[in-house]
Protein backbone atom coordinates (compact mmCIF):
# COMPACT_ATOMS: atom_id res chain seq x y z
CA UNK A 1 0.00 0.00 0.00
CA UNK A 2 1.34 3.45 -0.82
CA UNK A 3 1.11 6.28 1.93
CA UNK A 4 2.37 9.10 -0.87
CA UNK A 5 2.49 9.35 -4.55
CA UNK A 6 5.77 9.98 -4.81
CA UNK A 7 6.87 6.21 -3.20
CA UNK A 8 5.27 4.71 -6.34
CA UNK A 9 7.07 2.62 -8.64
CA UNK A 10 10.57 3.04 -6.77
CA UNK A 11 11.62 -0.73 -7.38
CA UNK A 12 10.39 -1.48 -10.89
CA UNK A 13 13.83 -0.83 -12.94
CA UNK A 14 14.27 2.48 -13.24
CA UNK A 15 17.42 4.73 -11.86
CA UNK A 16 15.39 7.19 -9.66
CA UNK A 17 16.96 9.80 -8.20
CA UNK A 18 14.44 11.81 -6.53
CA UNK A 19 10.51 11.74 -7.33
CA UNK A 20 11.24 13.04 -11.24
CA UNK A 21 14.43 12.77 -12.40
CA UNK A 22 17.21 9.81 -12.55
CA UNK A 23 20.76 8.75 -11.34
CA UNK A 24 21.83 7.98 -14.91
CA UNK A 25 20.85 8.54 -18.97
CA UNK A 26 17.84 6.35 -20.09
CA UNK A 27 18.32 3.99 -22.88
CA UNK A 28 15.23 3.57 -24.44
CA UNK A 29 15.32 1.85 -27.77
CA UNK A 30 11.93 0.06 -28.59
CA UNK A 31 8.46 1.14 -28.95
CA UNK A 32 7.76 -2.07 -26.39
CA UNK A 33 10.20 -0.53 -23.90
CA UNK A 34 8.67 3.20 -24.04
CA UNK A 35 5.90 1.98 -23.82
CA UNK A 36 6.86 0.21 -20.26
CA UNK A 37 8.40 3.95 -19.37
CA UNK A 38 5.23 5.88 -20.57
CA UNK A 39 3.18 3.61 -18.14
CA UNK A 40 5.26 3.92 -15.46
CA UNK A 41 5.39 8.00 -15.33
CA UNK A 42 2.22 8.45 -17.00
CA UNK A 43 0.20 5.92 -13.85
CA UNK A 44 2.40 8.53 -11.36
CA UNK A 45 1.52 11.36 -12.59
CA UNK A 46 -2.03 11.29 -14.07
CA UNK A 47 -3.22 8.75 -11.88
CA UNK A 48 -1.72 8.19 -8.33
CA UNK A 49 -0.63 11.94 -8.06
CA UNK A 50 -4.02 13.03 -8.13
CA UNK A 51 -5.69 10.32 -6.69
CA UNK A 52 -3.46 11.36 -3.58
CA UNK A 53 -3.73 14.94 -3.93
CA UNK A 54 -7.50 15.27 -4.26
CA UNK A 55 -9.77 13.85 -1.25
CA UNK A 56 -12.83 13.97 -3.62
CA UNK A 57 -10.88 11.67 -6.37
CA UNK A 58 -13.58 10.06 -8.50
CA UNK A 59 -12.49 6.05 -9.11
CA UNK A 60 -13.38 4.22 -12.12
CA UNK A 61 -16.44 2.09 -11.46
CA UNK A 62 -15.35 -1.69 -12.83
CA UNK A 63 -18.23 -1.64 -14.90
CA UNK A 64 -16.93 1.43 -17.01
CA UNK A 65 -14.24 -1.08 -18.20
CA UNK A 66 -16.31 -3.42 -19.83
CA UNK A 67 -17.53 -2.40 -23.39
CA UNK A 68 -19.68 -1.41 -24.52
CA UNK A 69 -18.14 2.22 -23.33
CA UNK A 70 -20.30 4.47 -22.17
CA UNK A 71 -19.68 8.28 -22.22
CA UNK A 72 -19.71 10.38 -19.38
CA UNK A 73 -21.57 13.33 -19.06
CA UNK A 74 -19.23 14.92 -16.58
CA UNK A 75 -15.91 16.74 -17.32
CA UNK A 76 -13.46 17.07 -14.32
CA UNK A 77 -11.40 20.10 -15.22
CA UNK A 78 -9.20 20.07 -12.14
CA UNK A 79 -7.75 16.38 -13.58
CA UNK A 80 -5.41 15.81 -16.00
CA UNK A 81 -5.82 14.86 -19.55
CA UNK A 82 -3.69 14.65 -22.65
CA UNK A 83 -2.86 12.34 -26.02
CA UNK A 84 0.31 11.36 -28.00
CA UNK A 85 1.21 9.77 -30.28
CA UNK A 86 4.64 7.33 -30.62
CA UNK A 87 6.17 5.98 -33.77
CA UNK A 88 8.84 2.92 -34.00
CA UNK A 89 11.12 5.42 -36.33
CA UNK A 90 12.67 8.32 -36.63
CA UNK A 91 10.37 11.53 -37.47
CA UNK A 92 10.87 13.04 -41.43
CA UNK A 93 9.16 16.25 -40.54
CA UNK A 94 7.47 17.28 -44.50
CA UNK A 95 6.62 13.68 -44.99
CA UNK A 96 4.15 13.15 -41.71
CA UNK A 97 0.63 13.00 -41.94
CA UNK A 98 0.08 15.69 -39.29
CA UNK A 99 1.00 18.85 -38.23
CA UNK A 100 2.91 19.19 -34.72
CA UNK A 101 5.81 21.51 -33.46
CA UNK A 102 9.33 20.04 -33.83
CA UNK A 103 11.83 18.77 -30.87
CA UNK A 104 15.50 18.53 -32.03
CA UNK A 105 17.51 15.76 -30.39
CA UNK A 106 20.43 16.73 -29.73
CA UNK A 107 22.36 13.46 -30.88
CA UNK A 108 21.35 13.80 -34.27
CA UNK A 109 22.49 17.91 -34.48
CA UNK A 110 25.67 16.71 -32.64
CA UNK A 111 26.48 13.90 -34.08
CA UNK A 112 26.54 15.32 -37.38
CA UNK A 113 29.24 18.63 -36.38
CA UNK A 114 32.72 18.10 -36.76
CA UNK A 115 35.02 19.29 -34.17
CA UNK A 116 33.45 21.69 -31.15
CA UNK A 117 30.01 21.44 -31.01
CA UNK A 118 28.95 23.65 -27.81
CA UNK A 119 27.52 26.21 -29.49
CA UNK A 120 25.22 24.31 -31.53
CA UNK A 121 24.32 22.35 -28.71
CA UNK A 122 23.31 25.62 -26.95
CA UNK A 123 21.34 27.21 -30.06
CA UNK A 124 19.46 23.23 -29.93
CA UNK A 125 18.46 23.35 -26.32
CA UNK A 126 16.79 27.62 -27.10
CA UNK A 127 15.24 26.58 -29.84
CA UNK A 128 14.06 22.76 -28.10
CA UNK A 129 12.41 25.62 -24.73
CA UNK A 130 11.54 28.51 -26.69
CA UNK A 131 9.32 25.75 -28.77
CA UNK A 132 7.90 24.32 -25.32
CA UNK A 133 7.69 27.87 -23.53
CA UNK A 134 5.56 28.79 -26.55
CA UNK A 135 2.79 26.44 -26.05
CA UNK A 136 2.38 26.90 -22.50
CA UNK A 137 0.36 29.65 -21.11
CA UNK A 138 1.93 32.49 -19.83
CA UNK A 139 1.55 32.14 -16.35
CA UNK A 140 3.78 29.13 -16.46
CA UNK A 141 6.45 30.89 -18.83
CA UNK A 142 8.58 32.12 -15.67
CA UNK A 143 8.44 28.71 -13.79
CA UNK A 144 9.06 26.77 -16.74
CA UNK A 145 12.37 29.24 -18.11
CA UNK A 146 14.06 28.94 -14.07
CA UNK A 147 13.18 24.85 -14.19
CA UNK A 148 14.51 23.86 -17.53
CA UNK A 149 15.79 27.48 -19.26
CA UNK A 150 19.20 25.44 -19.73
CA UNK A 151 17.73 21.85 -20.23
CA UNK A 152 17.55 19.87 -23.26
CA UNK A 153 13.43 19.16 -22.69
CA UNK A 154 14.14 16.82 -25.90
CA UNK A 155 15.66 13.68 -23.49
CA UNK A 156 13.27 11.37 -21.91
CA UNK A 157 15.19 11.50 -18.60
CA UNK A 158 13.14 15.35 -18.19
CA UNK A 159 10.06 13.80 -19.26
CA UNK A 160 8.61 13.13 -15.36
CA UNK A 161 9.80 16.61 -14.63
CA UNK A 162 8.04 17.99 -17.66
CA UNK A 163 4.92 16.26 -16.97
CA UNK A 164 2.76 18.61 -14.86
CA UNK A 165 3.59 21.75 -17.37
CA UNK A 166 3.26 18.96 -20.80
CA UNK A 167 -0.44 18.29 -19.09
CA UNK A 168 -1.02 22.37 -18.86
CA UNK A 169 -0.59 22.61 -22.97
CA UNK A 170 -3.16 21.71 -25.65
CA UNK A 171 -3.46 19.43 -28.35
CA UNK A 172 -0.69 16.23 -28.89
CA UNK A 173 2.61 14.78 -28.01
CA UNK A 174 5.02 13.40 -30.36
CA UNK A 175 7.66 10.56 -29.41
CA UNK A 176 10.29 9.02 -31.91
CA UNK A 177 13.02 7.69 -32.21
CA UNK A 178 16.59 9.74 -33.02
CA UNK A 179 18.97 8.57 -35.94
CA UNK A 180 20.39 6.38 -33.35
CA UNK A 181 17.55 4.79 -32.25
CA UNK A 182 16.83 6.44 -28.99
CA UNK A 183 13.26 7.37 -27.96
CA UNK A 184 13.43 11.39 -27.04
CA UNK A 185 10.45 13.71 -27.40
CA UNK A 186 9.74 14.80 -30.96
CA UNK A 187 7.21 16.95 -30.98
CA UNK A 188 4.17 18.95 -29.32
CA UNK A 189 1.26 20.83 -30.01
CA UNK A 190 0.23 17.85 -32.69
CA UNK A 191 -3.48 17.96 -34.38
CA UNK A 192 -4.56 14.13 -35.03
CA UNK A 193 -6.39 14.39 -38.31
CA UNK A 194 -9.62 12.70 -38.73
CA UNK A 195 -11.67 12.58 -41.20
CA UNK A 196 -14.71 11.47 -39.41
CA UNK A 197 -17.88 11.77 -42.39
CA UNK A 198 -15.70 9.82 -44.75
CA UNK A 199 -14.58 7.00 -42.00
CA UNK A 200 -17.95 6.35 -41.12
CA UNK A 201 -19.20 6.13 -44.64
CA UNK A 202 -16.74 4.15 -45.53
CA UNK A 203 -17.12 1.60 -42.63
CA UNK A 204 -20.90 1.41 -42.92
CA UNK A 205 -20.49 0.50 -46.65
CA UNK A 206 -18.38 -2.07 -46.14
CA UNK A 207 -20.20 -3.78 -43.18
CA UNK A 208 -23.86 -3.35 -44.82
CA UNK A 209 -24.90 -0.87 -42.85
CA UNK A 210 -25.13 1.89 -45.54
CA UNK A 211 -26.09 2.36 -49.27
CA UNK A 212 -25.14 4.76 -51.86
CA UNK A 213 -28.19 7.45 -51.88
CA UNK A 214 -29.94 5.56 -49.34
CA UNK A 215 -30.45 8.33 -46.51
CA UNK A 216 -33.27 6.49 -44.52
CA UNK A 217 -31.28 3.39 -44.43
CA UNK A 218 -28.36 5.97 -43.20
CA UNK A 219 -29.99 7.43 -40.74
CA UNK A 220 -31.12 4.66 -39.11
CA UNK A 221 -27.83 2.83 -38.87
CA UNK A 222 -24.99 5.84 -38.60
CA UNK A 223 -25.08 6.06 -35.17
CA UNK A 224 -24.83 2.31 -34.73
CA UNK A 225 -21.95 2.39 -37.44
CA UNK A 226 -20.02 5.18 -35.56
CA UNK A 227 -20.42 3.46 -32.22
CA UNK A 228 -19.11 0.44 -33.38
CA UNK A 229 -16.17 1.70 -35.47
CA UNK A 230 -14.83 3.74 -32.28
CA UNK A 231 -15.37 0.91 -29.56
CA UNK A 232 -13.24 -1.07 -32.19
CA UNK A 233 -10.70 1.90 -30.64
CA UNK A 234 -11.43 1.67 -27.42
CA UNK A 235 -13.43 4.76 -26.91
CA UNK A 236 -17.41 5.68 -26.82
CA UNK A 237 -18.71 8.45 -28.74
CA UNK A 238 -17.40 11.29 -27.02
CA UNK A 239 -14.80 14.59 -26.95
CA UNK A 240 -12.83 15.56 -29.96
CA UNK A 241 -9.80 14.68 -28.40
CA UNK A 242 -10.46 10.89 -28.17
CA UNK A 243 -12.40 10.88 -31.51
CA UNK A 244 -9.32 11.93 -33.44
CA UNK A 245 -6.99 10.16 -31.79
CA UNK A 246 -8.75 7.42 -32.51
CA UNK A 247 -9.40 7.82 -36.02
CA UNK A 248 -6.02 8.82 -36.32
CA UNK A 249 -4.74 5.27 -34.75
CA UNK A 250 -6.79 3.36 -37.64
CA UNK A 251 -5.21 5.37 -40.37
CA UNK A 252 -1.74 4.99 -38.83
CA UNK A 253 -2.60 1.06 -38.80
CA UNK A 254 -3.70 1.41 -42.49
CA UNK A 255 -0.04 3.14 -43.29
CA UNK A 256 1.42 -0.24 -41.87
CA UNK A 257 3.11 2.46 -39.28
CA UNK A 258 4.86 0.79 -36.27
CA UNK A 259 3.23 3.40 -33.35
CA UNK A 260 1.34 3.89 -29.97
CA UNK A 261 -1.55 6.32 -29.43
CA UNK A 262 -2.27 7.38 -25.83
CA UNK A 263 -5.24 9.22 -24.31
CA UNK A 264 -6.14 10.14 -20.83
CA UNK A 265 -9.42 12.23 -21.24
CA UNK A 266 -10.77 14.56 -18.08
CA UNK A 267 -14.23 12.34 -18.06
CA UNK A 268 -13.18 8.41 -18.37
CA UNK A 269 -9.89 9.10 -15.90
CA UNK A 270 -8.27 6.37 -17.84
CA UNK A 271 -5.25 6.18 -20.18
CA UNK A 272 -6.39 4.40 -23.41
CA UNK A 273 -3.37 2.77 -25.38
CA UNK A 274 -3.98 1.92 -28.80
CA UNK A 275 -0.57 0.19 -30.10
CA UNK A 276 -0.04 -1.89 -33.21
CA UNK A 277 3.45 -3.60 -33.04
CA UNK A 278 2.57 -6.05 -36.39
CA UNK A 279 0.90 -6.09 -39.81
CA UNK A 280 -0.52 -9.02 -39.39
CA UNK A 281 -3.73 -7.85 -36.91
CA UNK A 282 -6.26 -6.44 -38.53
CA UNK A 283 -6.96 -3.98 -35.70
CA UNK A 284 -4.28 -2.42 -33.30
CA UNK A 285 -4.40 -3.48 -29.77
CA UNK A 286 -6.58 -1.86 -27.13
CA UNK A 287 -6.03 -1.35 -23.35
CA UNK A 288 -6.84 0.79 -20.41
CA UNK A 289 -5.71 1.41 -17.19
CA UNK A 290 -7.43 2.75 -14.25
CA UNK A 291 -7.45 3.15 -10.76
CA UNK A 292 -10.35 0.91 -9.49
CA UNK A 293 -12.00 -0.11 -6.30
CA UNK A 294 -12.42 -3.88 -5.82
CA UNK A 295 -16.00 -4.86 -4.39
CA UNK A 296 -15.71 -6.00 -1.22
CA UNK A 297 -18.06 -9.13 -2.20
CA UNK A 298 -14.83 -10.25 -3.80
CA UNK A 299 -12.92 -11.65 -0.64
CA UNK A 300 -10.77 -13.82 -2.24
CA UNK A 301 -9.37 -11.64 -4.52
CA UNK A 302 -8.89 -9.04 -1.92
CA UNK A 303 -6.80 -11.24 0.62
CA UNK A 304 -4.68 -12.21 -2.56
CA UNK A 305 -4.14 -8.29 -3.45
CA UNK A 306 -3.53 -7.89 0.19
CA UNK A 307 -1.31 -10.21 0.69
CA UNK A 308 0.89 -9.15 -2.61
CA UNK A 309 0.66 -5.88 -1.60
CA UNK A 310 -0.70 -4.43 -4.29
CA UNK A 311 -3.18 -2.16 -3.43
CA UNK A 312 -2.40 1.54 -3.52
CA UNK A 313 -4.81 2.27 -0.48
CA UNK A 314 -6.16 -1.09 0.95
CA UNK A 315 -9.19 0.73 3.05
CA UNK A 316 -10.61 1.65 -0.08
CA UNK A 317 -9.86 -1.43 -2.22
CA UNK A 318 -8.34 0.66 -4.54
CA UNK A 319 -6.52 -0.90 -7.17
CA UNK A 320 -4.26 -0.18 -10.96
CA UNK A 321 -5.92 -2.01 -12.96
CA UNK A 322 -5.17 -2.93 -16.60
CA UNK A 323 -7.89 -4.19 -19.47
CA UNK A 324 -6.12 -5.70 -22.72
CA UNK A 325 -9.38 -6.12 -25.41
CA UNK A 326 -9.98 -8.45 -28.41
CA UNK A 327 -11.64 -6.40 -31.50
CA UNK A 328 -14.14 -8.40 -33.40
CA UNK A 329 -14.69 -7.95 -36.73
CA UNK A 330 -18.64 -7.09 -37.96
CA UNK A 331 -20.37 -10.50 -38.64
CA UNK A 332 -24.36 -9.27 -39.70
CA UNK A 333 -25.88 -12.59 -39.08
CA UNK A 334 -24.53 -13.01 -35.41
CA UNK A 335 -26.95 -12.02 -33.13
CA UNK A 336 -24.33 -10.37 -30.86
CA UNK A 337 -23.65 -8.12 -33.93
CA UNK A 338 -23.41 -4.92 -32.21
CA UNK A 339 -19.88 -6.48 -30.00
CA UNK A 340 -17.12 -5.00 -31.54
CA UNK A 341 -14.48 -5.43 -28.07
CA UNK A 342 -14.20 -7.90 -25.46
CA UNK A 343 -12.34 -8.35 -22.35
CA UNK A 344 -8.78 -10.42 -23.28
CA UNK A 345 -6.51 -9.93 -19.99
CA UNK A 346 -7.24 -8.19 -16.75
CA UNK A 347 -3.86 -7.38 -15.09
CA UNK A 348 -3.64 -5.43 -11.81
CA UNK A 349 0.09 -3.71 -11.41
CA UNK A 350 1.83 -3.01 -8.68
CA UNK A 351 1.99 0.04 -7.04
CA UNK A 352 5.43 -0.40 -6.32
CA UNK A 353 7.07 -2.85 -8.23
CA UNK A 354 5.04 -2.43 -11.11
CA UNK A 355 5.08 -6.44 -11.36
CA UNK A 356 1.73 -7.86 -12.79
CA UNK A 357 -1.15 -9.98 -11.23
CA UNK A 358 -2.57 -11.80 -14.07
CA UNK A 359 -5.05 -14.37 -12.44
CA UNK A 360 -8.12 -12.61 -10.71
CA UNK A 361 -11.12 -11.66 -12.40
CA UNK A 362 -11.81 -8.18 -11.29
CA UNK A 363 -14.87 -6.70 -13.92
CA UNK A 364 -16.14 -9.55 -15.21
CA UNK A 365 -17.42 -11.63 -12.12
CA UNK A 366 -20.94 -12.56 -12.60
CA UNK A 367 -21.70 -12.81 -9.00
CA UNK A 368 -21.23 -8.61 -9.03
CA UNK A 369 -23.35 -8.33 -11.99
CA UNK A 370 -26.18 -10.35 -10.46
CA UNK A 371 -25.88 -8.41 -6.88
CA UNK A 372 -26.21 -4.96 -8.94
CA UNK A 373 -29.06 -6.55 -10.48
CA UNK A 374 -30.43 -7.54 -7.41
CA UNK A 375 -29.58 -4.21 -5.62
CA UNK A 376 -30.91 -2.10 -8.82
CA UNK A 377 -34.62 -3.88 -8.39
CA UNK A 378 -34.67 -3.69 -4.52
CA UNK A 379 -33.85 0.27 -4.43
CA UNK A 380 -30.78 -0.40 -2.02
CA UNK A 381 -28.25 0.72 -5.34
CA UNK A 382 -26.84 4.58 -4.51
CA UNK A 383 -24.35 4.34 -8.14
CA UNK A 384 -24.59 6.87 -11.11
CA UNK A 385 -25.51 5.91 -14.25
CA UNK A 386 -26.60 7.76 -17.43
CA UNK A 387 -29.58 7.30 -19.03
CA UNK A 388 -29.59 7.35 -22.76
CA UNK A 389 -26.28 9.62 -22.86
CA UNK A 390 -28.40 12.85 -21.68
CA UNK A 391 -29.61 12.07 -17.84
CA UNK A 392 -27.77 11.14 -14.73
CA UNK A 393 -29.44 8.97 -12.36
CA UNK A 394 -27.57 9.13 -8.77
CA UNK A 395 -29.72 6.07 -7.05
CA UNK A 396 -32.67 4.16 -7.11
CA UNK A 397 -34.89 5.18 -4.70
CA UNK A 398 -38.10 5.36 -6.71
CA UNK A 399 -39.45 2.94 -9.14
CA UNK A 400 -38.88 5.11 -12.33
CA UNK A 401 -35.13 5.76 -10.99
CA UNK A 402 -35.09 1.85 -10.93
CA UNK A 403 -36.55 1.31 -13.96
CA UNK A 404 -34.19 4.10 -15.83
CA UNK A 405 -31.31 1.48 -13.84
CA UNK A 406 -32.66 -0.99 -15.64
CA UNK A 407 -32.45 0.11 -19.03
CA UNK A 408 -28.83 1.10 -18.57
CA UNK A 409 -27.81 -1.99 -16.97
CA UNK A 410 -29.71 -3.90 -19.79
CA UNK A 411 -28.21 -2.09 -22.27
CA UNK A 412 -24.54 -2.03 -20.92
CA UNK A 413 -24.51 -5.95 -19.90
CA UNK A 414 -26.82 -7.05 -22.94
CA UNK A 415 -24.32 -9.06 -24.86
CA UNK A 416 -23.14 -10.43 -21.49
CA UNK A 417 -26.86 -11.99 -20.77
CA UNK A 418 -27.26 -13.27 -24.00
CA UNK A 419 -23.88 -15.42 -24.10
CA UNK A 420 -23.49 -16.53 -20.22
CA UNK A 421 -24.09 -19.45 -18.93
CA UNK A 422 -27.84 -21.07 -18.13
CA UNK A 423 -27.70 -20.56 -14.52
CA UNK A 424 -26.85 -16.66 -14.64
CA UNK A 425 -29.14 -16.13 -17.11
CA UNK A 426 -31.83 -18.19 -14.88
CA UNK A 427 -31.01 -16.35 -12.29
CA UNK A 428 -31.31 -12.96 -13.98
CA UNK A 429 -34.72 -13.83 -15.40
CA UNK A 430 -35.71 -14.80 -11.78
CA UNK A 431 -35.01 -11.45 -10.40
CA UNK A 432 -36.56 -9.25 -13.63
CA UNK A 433 -39.57 -11.30 -14.25
CA UNK A 434 -40.27 -10.62 -10.59
CA UNK A 435 -40.07 -7.29 -10.67
CA UNK A 436 -41.37 -6.16 -13.90
CA UNK A 437 -44.84 -8.89 -13.29
CA UNK A 438 -45.16 -7.82 -10.23
CA UNK A 439 -49.12 -7.47 -9.58
CA UNK A 440 -47.90 -5.33 -6.68
CA UNK A 441 -46.59 -2.41 -9.19
CA UNK A 442 -49.02 -2.29 -12.38
CA UNK A 443 -50.73 1.02 -11.06
CA UNK A 444 -46.96 2.16 -10.66
CA UNK A 445 -45.81 1.13 -14.37
CA UNK A 446 -48.89 1.83 -15.93
CA UNK A 447 -48.35 5.65 -14.41
CA UNK A 448 -44.69 5.55 -16.84
CA UNK A 449 -45.57 3.04 -19.36
CA UNK A 450 -43.52 4.33 -22.26
CA UNK A 451 -40.32 4.31 -19.20
CA UNK A 452 -41.73 0.24 -18.87
CA UNK A 453 -42.39 -0.30 -22.38
CA UNK A 454 -38.60 0.85 -23.19
CA UNK A 455 -37.50 -1.64 -20.31
CA UNK A 456 -40.01 -4.63 -21.17
CA UNK A 457 -38.25 -3.95 -25.00
CA UNK A 458 -35.41 -4.25 -23.91
CA UNK A 459 -35.81 -7.36 -22.08
CA UNK A 460 -37.78 -9.18 -24.59
CA UNK A 461 -34.85 -8.33 -26.94
CA UNK A 462 -32.42 -10.45 -24.56
CA UNK A 463 -34.96 -13.22 -24.10
CA UNK A 464 -35.39 -13.66 -28.22
CA UNK A 465 -31.65 -13.02 -28.66
CA UNK A 466 -30.44 -15.55 -26.63
CA UNK A 467 -32.85 -18.40 -28.47
CA UNK A 468 -31.16 -17.20 -31.46
CA UNK A 469 -27.42 -17.44 -29.88
CA UNK A 470 -28.94 -21.01 -29.39
CA UNK A 471 -29.47 -21.69 -32.90
CA UNK A 472 -26.29 -20.45 -33.72
CA UNK A 473 -24.43 -23.02 -31.47
CA UNK A 474 -26.43 -25.52 -33.17
CA UNK A 475 -26.07 -24.75 -37.01
CA UNK A 476 -22.13 -25.25 -35.52
CA UNK A 477 -23.68 -28.76 -34.29
CA UNK A 478 -22.87 -27.75 -30.85
CA UNK A 479 -25.38 -28.09 -28.11
CA UNK A 480 -25.20 -27.10 -24.58
CA UNK A 481 -20.95 -27.63 -24.30
CA UNK A 482 -21.59 -31.03 -26.74
CA UNK A 483 -21.51 -32.60 -30.14
CA UNK A 484 -24.61 -32.96 -31.73
CA UNK A 485 -26.01 -35.21 -35.09
CA UNK A 486 -27.63 -33.62 -37.98
CA UNK A 487 -30.46 -35.25 -36.55
CA UNK A 488 -30.10 -33.56 -33.15
CA UNK A 489 -29.40 -30.32 -34.86
CA UNK A 490 -32.68 -30.24 -36.90
CA UNK A 491 -34.53 -31.71 -33.82
CA UNK A 492 -33.50 -28.74 -31.72
CA UNK A 493 -33.92 -26.06 -34.62
CA UNK A 494 -37.19 -26.93 -34.90
CA UNK A 495 -38.48 -26.73 -31.55
CA UNK A 496 -36.62 -23.97 -30.76
CA UNK A 497 -37.92 -22.19 -33.86
CA UNK A 498 -41.38 -23.28 -33.04
CA UNK A 499 -41.44 -21.72 -29.40
CA UNK A 500 -39.39 -18.31 -31.20
CA UNK A 501 -42.23 -17.85 -33.55
CA UNK A 502 -44.75 -16.96 -30.83
CA UNK A 503 -42.57 -14.72 -29.32
CA UNK A 504 -42.39 -12.50 -32.37
CA UNK A 505 -45.34 -10.02 -30.97
CA UNK A 506 -41.93 -8.18 -29.88
CA UNK A 507 -40.51 -7.73 -33.39
CA UNK A 508 -37.10 -7.38 -33.52
CA UNK A 509 -36.19 -6.65 -37.37
CA UNK A 510 -32.40 -7.61 -37.11
CA UNK A 511 -33.00 -11.37 -34.82
CA UNK A 512 -35.42 -12.01 -37.43
CA UNK A 513 -32.79 -11.46 -40.05
CA UNK A 514 -30.74 -13.60 -38.18
CA UNK A 515 -33.44 -16.20 -37.87
CA UNK A 516 -33.21 -16.81 -41.60
CA UNK A 517 -29.65 -16.11 -42.35
CA UNK A 518 -28.79 -19.33 -39.74
CA UNK A 519 -31.50 -21.27 -40.90
CA UNK A 520 -30.79 -20.79 -44.38
CA UNK A 521 -26.89 -21.79 -43.62
CA UNK A 522 -28.08 -25.33 -41.93
CA UNK A 523 -30.72 -25.86 -44.65
CA UNK A 524 -27.65 -25.30 -47.39
CA UNK A 525 -25.42 -27.59 -45.84
CA UNK A 526 -23.65 -29.52 -48.51
CA UNK A 527 -23.62 -32.90 -46.16
CA UNK A 528 -26.94 -32.51 -45.13
CA UNK A 529 -28.30 -31.86 -48.67
CA UNK A 530 -26.22 -34.65 -50.39
CA UNK A 531 -26.53 -37.39 -48.24
CA UNK A 532 -30.43 -37.00 -47.48
CA UNK A 533 -31.83 -34.42 -49.48
CA UNK A 534 -31.32 -35.46 -52.75
CA UNK A 535 -31.63 -38.89 -52.29
CA UNK A 536 -34.78 -40.40 -52.57
CA UNK A 537 -36.80 -41.99 -49.35
CA UNK A 538 -35.95 -45.85 -50.15
CA UNK A 539 -32.73 -45.13 -50.62
CA UNK A 540 -32.47 -43.50 -47.01
CA UNK A 541 -32.62 -45.66 -43.32
CA UNK A 542 -35.19 -44.85 -41.24
CA UNK A 543 -32.88 -42.31 -39.32
CA UNK A 544 -32.46 -40.77 -42.61
CA UNK A 545 -35.90 -40.30 -43.36
CA UNK A 546 -36.49 -38.70 -40.19
CA UNK A 547 -33.69 -36.38 -41.03
CA UNK A 548 -35.25 -35.89 -44.51
CA UNK A 549 -39.14 -35.13 -42.20
CA UNK A 550 -37.31 -32.60 -40.03
CA UNK A 551 -35.64 -31.00 -42.83
CA UNK A 552 -39.36 -30.10 -44.57
CA UNK A 553 -40.68 -28.75 -41.09
CA UNK A 554 -37.05 -26.29 -41.13
CA UNK A 555 -38.17 -25.57 -44.33
CA UNK A 556 -41.68 -24.34 -43.15
CA UNK A 557 -40.85 -22.67 -40.28
CA UNK A 558 -37.99 -20.38 -42.44
CA UNK A 559 -40.71 -19.08 -44.92
CA UNK A 560 -42.77 -18.64 -41.90
CA UNK A 561 -40.31 -16.16 -40.66
CA UNK A 562 -39.88 -14.82 -44.00
CA UNK A 563 -43.35 -14.06 -44.29
CA UNK A 564 -43.63 -12.44 -41.00
CA UNK A 565 -40.14 -10.41 -41.66
CA UNK A 566 -42.28 -9.23 -45.05
CA UNK A 567 -45.58 -8.22 -44.14
CA UNK A 568 -43.91 -6.11 -40.61
CA UNK A 569 -42.01 -4.21 -43.45
CA UNK A 570 -44.80 -4.07 -45.74
Same mark, same amino acid.
Given at each position: ??????????? $?????????????????????????????????????????? @????????????????????????????? $??????????????????????????????????? $????????????????????????????????????????????????????????????????? !???????????????????????????????????? =???????????? *?????????????????????????????????????????????????????????????????? =? @??????????????????????????? !? %??? &???????????????????????????????????????????????????????????? %???????????????????????????????????????????????????? %????????????? *??????? !?????? &?????????? %??????????????????????????????????????????????????????????????????????????????????????????????
Amino acid at each position: MLTRWEDSFRE $CGLPWKDDVSFDEPLSVTSLDQLRDFLDVVHIRHCLLRPFFE @QQDYPLIDSRELLPSFEGDLIEYKNLPGF $CMVAFGRPMNYFQEIFQYDKLHSLLDVTGKAEGQA $CPLENNIIVQNTTTLQNRLPKSLHDEFRSRFGKTDVSQLEYYPALMPLLLEMDRGQVMAQDSFGF !YHLAGVYASFPSDLDSEIKRFGLHIGKFAVGDNELY =ERNRLFVYQFLM *ELYGFPIVSERRTSSALFARRLHKLGEHFMVRVLGQTDRTITTIKNGSNLRHYPTVDKIALVPVEP =E @QTDAIADLAQGGYFVDEKRRVIILKVT !Y %RQH &KFNADNVRQERALSVERQEVIHPVTGQTLTHLNIIKDTSNMFLRLNDIVRGEYSGRIIYK %RNEIIENTDTDEKRLKFLYAWLSKHQRRIIGYSDEFYANVVKVLDNYLLSPD %RYEVFGSMHELYQ *EVWSKYS !YIQQAR &KVRYLEDIQD %RIYKGERISYGTMLREAVELLRNLKFEIVSYFDQLVASVIATGESMLNDRYLVRNYIEKRDEELTEYGRDIKRLYGKLVALIDEFRAIRRSRRE
